[in-house]
């Protein structure tokens, strides 16, 4: 899947060591920014198998830092089983071998949480509404998972808009990108895409990225994070479209 040179373990390493960063400063943000540069060298479907080791590393991590862990999936359960379900679904479509449409579809994923995060005003849904809510947003989060190797759309959104408390989310947020990373690698497993050098690349992409973590929370103190934030959203804004206008005939 992978031909393995020096440029690309090069490459691979200063783009989780990069991606830690934006994790380490904001709290989310490596699987966004991993796809966005690695999906613009190699394949989508051969930077999401490069995702997965490095991205489930960090977001457990994230999971289980904090405090309410069994409240939380409690109250999200339906909406994790549907991210599973949904992503089971969606990874036929990036593993399909259709390279176009893969990065066409990865560049509207970028364009459109770059943009909503950038102009959107934040939401609030009421608690009566998540029993359905929650699946409905779960299942959509999982068909966008497996097709483009984003958690972001719309996960993101609706768990910053339940009203949790700022480490409940943070820990939520850990907890939607575990179980989207775990069904991610399911059903690219499932369907045959994993090969050993591939896995080999993505278990040494948790070094650099586990180091851009502590960077970044080093950085996080220095710089002002909303100010950060709006640069990154900026750049991945100019990416999408770099690879939706790369993508089309």
Request: one cysteine or more; proline letters at 7%; hydrophobic letters at 55%.
């Amino acid at each position: 899947m992978i031909e393995l040179s020096i440029p690309l373990v090069a490459a691979t390493a200063a783009t989780f060591f990069a991606a830690g960063i934006v994790k380490g400063v904001t709290g989310m943000g490596l699987p966004t920014v991993a796809m966005g540069v690695l999906g613009a060298l190699i394949s989508p479907l051969a930077a999401a198998s490069l995702l997965i080791v490095p991205s489930f590393v960090t977001n457990l991590w994230q999971l289980l830092a904090g405090p309410g862990f069994g409240c939380l999936l409690r109250r999200l359960w339906p909406m994790m089983l549907a991210i599973a379900v949904g992503t089971a679904l969606g990874s036929s479509w990036l593993a399909g071998g259709d390279t176009r449409s893969a990065t066409l579809a990865l560049g509207a994923a970028l364009l459109v949480y770059s943009g909503y995060a950038l102009l959107a005003r934040p939401l609030s849904v009421p608690q009566r509404l998540e029993p359905w809510l929650s699946p409905v947003i779960g299942l959509t989060t999982g068909m966008v998972t497996g097709g483009t190797g984003v958690f972001v759309i719309p996960a993101v959104p609706y768990l910053q808009a339940l009203g949790l408390g700022k480490d409940e989310l943070v820990q939520a947020l850990g907890l939607s990108f575990t179980v989207s990373t775990v069904a991610l690698a399911a059903g690219l497993g499932a369907r045959g895409m994993f090969q050993p050098d591939t896995l080999a690349l993505s278990a040494l992409a948790v070094l650099p990225a586990l180091a851009g973590m502590w960077a970044g929370r080093a950085i996080r103190d220095r710089i002002s994070p909303p100010l950060f934030r709006r640069g990154l959203l900026i750049c991945l804004l100019l990416l999408g479209a770099e690879m939706i206008l790369r993508s089309l005939p």
